[in-house]
């Protein structure tokens, strides 16, 4: 049985979302805000105490909510509820029909509608790679829903040799036959972030990137479609706005910068970037990982635990 609640909400425009939704420790999985009931980060929630702020986790360009499946667990035995996403066109998400909205800026406003429909006037966040970006374009959007953020291995300046791995098979067509087949496909993409991994490892996460098609064959859980931003541009984070957008999260909010050692995507330059960008902002860096830390890694997850903890 999963240790989640699956719960759905519709966007602006009109698509049925996914997110799972991990209870905090003693309470009851929520799925569903009660008739009546406090919202989250509502002092009354915590019987006259305030609540620990929910966490909305946010996955990267090819993934899905299930990356967190390890990780929101821990978090949400600290006392404090997790949502981890789907963004639209992965996972259990329904798949654009437009590609145009594949964007950080229509994915921001995916979250605030997640946020308001369930009554969540402000969150920690937690993104990985483009989850990361979408992050900063919520801050960028309502500064007042982010009361804190971890990055994870991004930032508004990124390396061009990462970008260009990531689009090497992005979209691409994949012809698995098999789940073996799969966890190779995943190891062949992933082995160079990820040295250590070992063949069960690859299995669990082939099982997280893949699932039955309607015919029955293996196919990855995005759209193919999501590539076309790659491809536009829309997923270089080289613009001025996104520049002042991360200033300005950093300048008025907690910020944890989680960095893997070995990434081609946020390497030693763009980090020191970004260090003297926001001097304020706290970083750690994972040892033998690359592009991105799963967050469970004990460097990362200590690190993020004692950042959560200095956090309402």
């Not at 209870?23 to 980060?41: D, K, L, N, R, Y």
């Not at 798949?95 to 229509?106: A, G, L, M, R, T």
């Not at 982010?146 to 691409?172: C, H, M, Q, W």
């Amino acid at each position: 049985m999963p240790n989640y609640t699956p719960i759905r909400y519709t966007s602006n425009d009109g698509l049925t979302l996914h997110a799972r939704d991990y209870a905090a420790a003693g309470e009851p999985a929520a799925g569903e805000p009660a008739a009546g009931a406090p919202a989250a980060g509502d002092p009354a929630a915590a019987g006259g105490q305030t609540a620990r702020l929910p966490v909305i986790c946010i996955h990267g360009l090819t993934r899905n909510a299930a990356d967190f499946d390890e990780f929101a667990p821990l978090v949400a035995r600290q006392g404090r509820r997790v949502l981890a996403l789907d963004v639209r066109g992965r996972g259990e998400s329904q798949c654009d029909p437009d590609p145009d909205n594949y964007n950080p800026k229509v994915y921001a406003d995916d979250v605030a509608r997640l946020m308001a429909d369930f009554g969540i006037p402000r969150a920690v966040f937690v993104g990985t790679s483009m989850g990361g970006m979408i992050t900063m374009h919520v801050a960028a959007k309502d500064i007042g829903l982010v009361a804190a953020a971890v990055l994870n291995d991004i930032g508004p300046v990124i390396s061009e040799k990462g970008l260009e791995r990531i689009a090497g098979y992005t979209g691409k067509p994949v012809a698995v036959g098999s789940w073996q087949d799969a966890a190779c496909y995943v190891r062949d993409i992933n082995a160079c972030a990820f040295p250590d991994n070992d063949d069960a490892e690859w299995e669990k996460w082939a099982r997280r990137a893949f699932a039955p098609d309607a015919a029955g064959r293996l196919a990855p859980r995005y759209d193919p479609n999501i590539a076309i931003a790659l491809q536009t541009g829309k997923l270089r984070p080289t613009s001025l706005s996104l520049r002042m957008a991360f200033r300005k999260l950093t300048h008025e909010r907690p910020v944890l910068l989680v960095r893997g050692a070995l990434s081609d995507l946020l390497e030693e330059r763009q980090t020191a970037w970004m260090r003297r960008a926001a001097p304020t902002m706290q970083y750690v860096e994972v040892p033998n990982v690359g592009h991105a830390p799963m967050l469970t890694e004990p460097v990362a997850l200590d690190a993020i635990l004692e950042f959560l903890a200095n956090v309402p």
